[in-house]
């Protein structure tokens, strides 16, 4: 029986018999309890249970939303950000639906075409193209891309626009099955700038911005071709400027390249419009003369080449005669290829510098046998330079005014060092054949070395021996323009503890005029040290006496060229005796050179000449036969 229900009988029904009789009521009463406790017990598990899943899905719940929440957190911040991305893109890009109706768009793509968001709002697929189309020059090539991704759904197409503003822009388009249509637009202009930037510096020389032998050599091709098919001629002018180490080395490379900016703009004056003028390295020009009728004309052209190269150039308040030499080849007697071309009008472009300089020269077969040779002599030239085979001889310089009134015998003032090149059957090359390939050749700085080094012992050796026996040095042109040689040869002179007295400078007129002031500087150094200078070849160029006066100078040497007649030409004896008393006025010695009669030397003894130098009064020898001069010809003893 239910505990309360026992609880209530003990109560109110003490007597047991009452309680037999009311049992069978108190028994379903009983179960009545029973059963309540028992759906109680249920309910209360059903509510337990119901409540944990409740709080599980609560729970659960909670988590989703949570989740959710910072899923739409993400979403919202890659939104952000692919619009960032997108706007900060430099390609546009626009997404149209099957609708037709613009879903993604960028500020990029309304740069490009013009619109604002605005317009975006109520434009469709129709009049975004039609828009576009009224940018661009080709419109119907963007009709077509358009039509040709309707027509063909899932390929991209690739184009490129020319806007009217003169912009490029490029396209890649494809109609996705899900997202519709997507353009994808650049603004190529700069690139295909920096493109055509870096085309045109490959063909064109950086300085003064002509055509360089790359796009040179696709001219004449071109230009051989056209020559072929209409049986016309062509010419090719090599031209190398004559001058122009002398301001590179004396006012600095930002000299050189303003120089030849300015050669190259005098050059385009004389060329015709079919021509083509290129600077293909250093000094050196071509100008293809394209459909030339003959020779003549040809002739024509260059000729106003040397003319407008003669006038004189001013770079940093000083003035420079540059001058040129020309080599031409034509088509198709002097080749019949850009190649063949260029190596014969480089060969006449030598022959021409040989020849003296500031002309041209047409090429014939025999100067390309010439260039083989000239090829050979470089080669064995530098061979002798190598294997020790060149040899230095020694001409005297005699006094023509008697130092001993007692006697008639000539006195050797000094010496000239004169390289010999020796052969194998005894010969010599003179040095007028070599020493010009030499110096095209690079080998001069050596040989001048050498000569020096030579020179010098040789003067220290006979000085040893008591006697003060002066020997000069030719400084070649090439040398002479070599930033600082001055110094290196006072200090060999030092390192070899040469005496400076004993060694003389010998330059040319034609040298000093290259370049006089840089010239003058260079005099004063060796004077300053204790070189004496002569100045060789006297007469032979040209405005020299307005400038003799300012030079430090010790002594001209008259060419030998006003020497050879003098025992029968007029003219020769007035330009030798104006150029002694010149020299006597300057407070100058007079050397004459190439005597070689009695007649000549008896002209200049009685003209007043100081010194003499040539065959008559002894030949060049190798130093220990020159030192007859020493023991015959008596020099002053050292002290």
């Not at 003990?10 to 018999?17: A, F, G, N, V």
């Not at 690739?158 to 490029?168: P, Q």
């Amino acid at each position: 029986m239910h505990r309360l229900l026992k609880r209530q009988l003990k109560r109110y029904l003490p007597d047991s018999t009452d309680q037999l009789s009311v049992n069978d009521l108190l028994q379903a009463i009983d179960q009545a309890y029973q059963q309540h406790d028992i759906d109680r017990e249920m309910l209360e598990r059903s509510l337990q249970l119901t409540s944990e899943e409740l709080l599980q899905r609560n729970q659960k719940l909670r988590v989703n939303l949570q989740q959710q929440a910072t899923s739409q957190q993400a979403l919202k911040q890659s939104y952000q950000i692919l619009d960032a991305t997108l706007n900060a893109s430099q390609e546009g890009v626009l997404v149209v639906n099957s609708d037709g109706s613009p879903t993604v768009f960028n500020q990029r793509y309304l740069e490009l075409n013009l619109l604002s968001r605005e317009d975006m709002k109520t434009m469709s697929l129709a009049d975004l193209m039609k828009n576009s189309m009224s940018l661009i020059t080709e419109p119907e090539k963007l009709r077509h891309q358009v039509e040709s991704l309707m027509d063909n759904p899932g390929e991209a197409r690739h184009e490129v626009y020319r806007s009217h503003t003169g912009r490029w822009v490029e396209t890649y388009a494809c109609n996705d099955p899900v997202a519709g249509f997507i353009w994808m637009l650049r603004d190529t202009t700069e690139v295909r700038e920096k493109e055509q930037t870096i085309a045109h510096q490959a063909r064109h020389d950086a300085l003064t911005t002509l055509p360089n032998r790359t796009l040179l050599l696709d001219r004449m091709e071109n230009a051989i071709h056209r020559a072929q098919r209409q049986q016309r001629r062509l010419a090719v002018c090599y031209l190398d400027l004559d001058a122009f180490k002398a301001v590179n080395d004396s006012l600095g490379h930002d000299a050189g390249d303003v120089l030849l900016q300015r050669v190259s703009q005098r050059l385009k004056t004389c060329i015709r419009d079919s021509d083509t003028l290129a600077r293909i390295g250093g000094d050196e020009f071509v100008i293809l003369l394209d459909g030339v009728r003959n020779q003549e004309e040809v002739l024509y052209l260059a000729e106003g080449m040397l003319e407008v190269m003669a006038e004189p150039i001013v770079i940093a308040k000083r003035q420079f005669f540059i001058g040129a030499s020309i080599g031409i080849s034509m088509y198709p007697n002097d080749g019949t290829t850009p190649g063949a071309l260029l190596k014969n009008a480089d060969i006449a472009m030598y022959r021409a510098k040989e020849n003296g300089k500031n002309r041209f020269h047409f090429f014939t077969p025999s100067l390309e046998r010439i260039a083989q040779h000239r090829l050979s002599m470089e080669t064995n030239l530098r061979n002798a330079l190598e294997n020790n085979e060149l040899d230095l001889y020694y001409q005297p310089k005699v006094f023509l005014q008697p130092t001993d009134q007692t006697s008639n015998i000539p006195v050797t003032h000094s010496f000239e060092a004169l390289l010999r090149w020796p052969q194998a059957d005894g010969s010599f090359i003179p040095p007028d054949s070599f020493i010009h390939i030499a110096e095209d050749a690079g080998m001069i700085g050596r040989i001048s070395d050498w000569v020096l080094d030579k020179a010098a012992r040789q003067a220290k050796l006979w000085h040893q021996q008591g006697f003060n026996a002066n020997i000069s040095i030719n400084i070649s042109p090439k040398q002479f323009l070599i930033p600082g040689f001055e110094q290196d040869i006072v200090n060999t002179l030092k390192a070899l503890k040469v005496p400076e007295h004993l060694i003389s400078i010998e330059i040319t007129e034609s040298l000093l005029m290259q370049d006089l002031n840089n010239a003058r500087q260079v005099l004063k150094y060796f004077r300053s040290h204790g070189l004496s200078i002569y100045l060789d070849d006297f007469g032979t160029g040209f405005s020299s006496l307005n400038y003799l006066k300012n030079l430090p100078v010790d002594a001209i040497k008259i060419d030998r060229t006003f020497v050879k007649d003098l025992s029968s030409s007029n003219a020769d004896q007035a330009i030798a005796s104006s150029i002694i008393a010149l020299g006597k006025n300057l407070d100058m010695m007079i050397v004459a050179e190439g005597v070689e009669t009695a007649e000549q030397a008896q002209f200049l003894i009685n003209s007043g000449c100081d010194l003499a130098q040539g065959y008559y009064y002894g030949r060049p020898l190798p130093a220990d036969q020159a030192e007859q001069f020493l023991n015959a010809l008596p020099l002053s003893k050292n002290d």
